[in-house]
């Protein structure tokens, strides 16, 4: 089974701050995926990657970017987190075939 | 505008009774459909998926969904439901655009 894993369960951080939110996955997937999630407002679709160095912006892309040095890892950066950030944050991965969209476990930042 | 609808923000049903969760779509083409459900504090789980072929789908835990491309239809079902069912359910489409498009999701709560 594919695995995608993010790095951290939860994160408190200040705001200002520059955030990392990590994610890896185990089975050379192509695509990569940031969703934000909100009560009430589902999931949202923040960043996607194509490939290593490719990105697209998704519905919501004000004040996050993303990095894909690597085709394994996707990176979600806050430059100057805000407390309108705090949210829970899913990766997914999907191959060539649509079959399979995984999800990490998800990220819960706090942003005080 | 192109968009998943999921009507029902919350849902109440006893043990043992039916259930249906309602999803409709707005796209020119139909898109692939997913179900997924996501239980407290965990990440989400794809509960079943529709690409072509036999409208109706079976997916794990018992749950079905019917795929109705005259109402834009993808709604949820289960004959009986368990308190174990309790959790938040998630449609979602990939409108042929290599990304996955989220409702807002259904809160299901389950009483004995």
């Known amino acids: 089974d594919v695995k995608v894993t993010q790095s951290s369960r939860y994160l408190v951080k200040r705001t200002g701050e520059k955030v990392f939110l990590e994610c890896v996955q185990d089975m050379d997937h192509e695509n990569m995926f940031w969703y934000r999630q909100d009560p009430g407002l589902g999931l949202r679709l923040i960043y996607f990657?194509?490939?290593?160095?490719?990105?697209e912006k998704g519905d919501i892309p004000e004040g996050y970017s993303v990095s894909r040095e690597k085709k394994e890892r996707f990176s979600l950066i806050l430059e100057s987190a805000s407390t309108n950030q705090t949210s829970m944050y899913l990766c997914?991965?999907?191959?060539?075939?649509?079959?399979?969209?995984?999800f990490g476990s998800g990220t819960r930042l706090t942003v005080v | 505008a192109q968009s998943v609808t999921q009507p029902d923000i919350h849902i109440t049903v006893s043990e043992g009774a039916s259930l249906e969760l309602r999803c409709n779509y707005s796209y020119g083409a139909t898109p692939y459909l997913f179900w997924y459900v996501q239980s407290p504090g965990q990440g989400l789980q794809l509960l079943l998926k529709?690409?072509?072929?036999?409208?109706l789908v079976q997916g794990i835990k018992g749950f079905e969904a019917e795929f109705k491309r005259s109402q834009s239809s993808f709604n949820l079902r289960k004959p009986s439901v368990h308190w174990s069912d309790a959790a938040e359910y998630f449609c979602a489409v990939d409108p042929h655009t290599d990304k996955l498009i989220f409702g807002t999701g259904t809160r299901l709560q389950v009483f004995p």
């Open positions: 997914a991965s999907r191959g060539g075939s649509i079959v399979g969209y995984t």
């Open positions: 529709y690409f072509s072929g036999d409208t």
């Open positions: 990657s194509y490939d290593v160095k490719m990105k």
